[in-house]
């Protein structure tokens, strides 16, 4: 062999790579031991985060909305005095009304009254009473002067006060029934204040 040059190795020879340099430090001997358990174990977390992230941000289905106040689910109206009504002191005048329910849960009419001291109200059917939805109810009020003093000579809008109650709510609500119940009762009124102060 002549030459000058690096010495090569030759057949079935292989070279020998320094092992890597053994951690220092009783944490990093630690970490060295447990290295795969660490890997795991913050895959596994990572993935739980991942997964919780996902339950907690899923579309959630929109509550239903409440049921409507009682109020504003029914329509009470002024049909007709009743048929035959004397409209005198002692009797009444007794007129019928419809309580249609146009949506939501039953509504439970649980009093009827009015304002004026002077008359007395009354129910057929008496309160408290119960309309379904999607239904309607016809109900007969008798009204009794009791002291035409106190009564009114030409109310010019008179209501009804009702006291209403449903799943949601109980409500006290006034109904102006219109001109024509305005009409009628003024002339009623004034026949039975006319014969009682004969």
């Given at each position: 062999?002549?030459?000058?040059?690096?010495?090569?190795?030759?057949?079935?020879?292989?070279?020998?790579?320094?092992?890597?340099?053994?951690?220092?430090?009783?944490?990093?001997?630690?970490?060295?031991?447990?290295?795969?358990?660490?890997?795991?174990?913050?895959?596994?977390?990572?993935?739980?985060?991942?997964?919780?992230?996902?339950?907690?941000?899923?579309?959630?289905?929109?509550?239903?909305?409440?049921?409507?106040?009682?109020?504003?689910?029914?329509?009470?109206?002024?049909?007709?005095?009743?048929?035959?009504?004397?409209?005198?002191?002692?009797?009444?005048?007794?007129?019928?009304?419809?309580?249609?329910?146009?949506?939501?849960?039953?509504?439970?009419?649980?009093?009827?009254?009015?304002?004026?001291?002077?008359?007395?109200?009354?129910?057929?059917?008496?309160?408290?009473?119960?309309?379904?939805?999607?239904?309607?109810?016809?109900i007969i009020v008798t009204l009794r002067v009791t002291e035409c003093e106190k009564a009114p000579r030409n109310p010019g809008l008179p209501f009804l006060d009702v006291?209403?109650?449903?799943?949601?709510?109980?409500?006290?609500?006034?109904?102006?029934?219109?001109?024509?119940?305005?009409?009628?009762?003024?002339?009623?009124?004034?026949?039975?204040?006319?014969?009682?102060?004969?």
């Amino acid at each position: 062999m002549s030459g000058i040059g690096p010495v090569e190795p030759g057949e079935d020879t292989r070279v020998q790579e320094a092992p890597p340099p053994r951690p220092r430090g009783r944490l990093a001997l630690i970490h060295e031991r447990h290295r795969r358990t660490v890997l795991v174990s913050t895959a596994a977390l990572a993935v739980l985060a991942g997964g919780g992230y996902l339950w907690a941000s899923r579309p959630h289905p929109s509550p239903a909305p409440p049921p409507p106040y009682p109020s504003q689910a029914i329509d009470l109206v002024y049909v007709a005095p009743v048929t035959g009504s004397p409209g005198t002191a002692a009797d009444g005048f007794s007129f019928t009304v419809l309580l249609s329910v146009r949506w939501g849960p039953p509504v439970t009419v649980t009093r009827l009254t009015q304002p004026y001291d002077g008359l007395s109200v009354s129910s057929s059917p008496a309160a408290p009473f119960q309309t379904k939805s999607h239904s309607a109810r016809k109900i007969i009020v008798t009204l009794r002067v009791t002291e035409c003093e106190k009564a009114p000579r030409n109310p010019g809008l008179p209501f009804l006060d009702v006291t209403l109650r449903n799943a949601r709510a109980i409500e006290a609500h006034s109904f102006i029934l219109g001109t024509r119940y305005a009409q009628d009762l003024s002339r009623i009124l004034e026949v039975a204040c006319s014969n009682d102060s004969k």
